[in-house]
């Protein structure tokens, strides 16, 4: 079985910050694109930041850039999301994401080219 577990949300003050990570499990990722998306209460769910397989390609929702970093141990099978600078309007839930499907191994800003999702966890930044 397939699974993608997160790790590392909670509760942080203004200005913190937070260091997610996503361990998959059942299938390895090494040549697959990776992500996180999220979704706060009454939004839609939206990209954060994605990764390419070998993780020298990235991309980052406008909202996020220059305070969160996404990276990868494809050894470990594992993605990590470093958010800095947190902001009360950063406060949602986190999902990890892999994709597998056509041209997996670059990175995508569409939901729907993750086929696997993680169970989310949360984020709350007060202020």
């Known amino acids: 079985q397939v699974q993608l577990v997160e790790s590392g949300g909670g509760l942080v003050q203004a200005g913190g910050s937070l260091r997610l990570s996503c361990a998959a499990s059942?299938?390895?990722?090494?040549?697959?694109?990776m992500g996180w998306f999220r979704q706060a209460p009454g939004k839609e769910r939206d990209i954060v930041a994605a990764i390419n397989w070998s993780g020298d390609s990235t991309y980052y929702a406008d909202s996020v850039k220059g305070r969160f970093a996404i990276s990868r141990d494809n050894a470990k099978n594992t993605v990590y999301l470093q958010m800095n600078s947190l902001k009360p309007e950063d406060t949602a839930v986190y999902y990890c994401?892999?994709?597998?499907?056509?041209?997996?191994?670059?990175?995508?800003?569409?939901?729907?080219?993750?086929?696997?999702w993680g169970q989310g966890t949360q984020v709350t930044v007060s202020s």
């Open positions: 994401v892999a994709g597998v499907l056509w041209r997996a191994g670059f990175l995508s800003t569409s939901l729907n080219a993750y086929e696997y």
């Open positions: 059942g299938r390895t990722f090494s040549n697959n694109r």
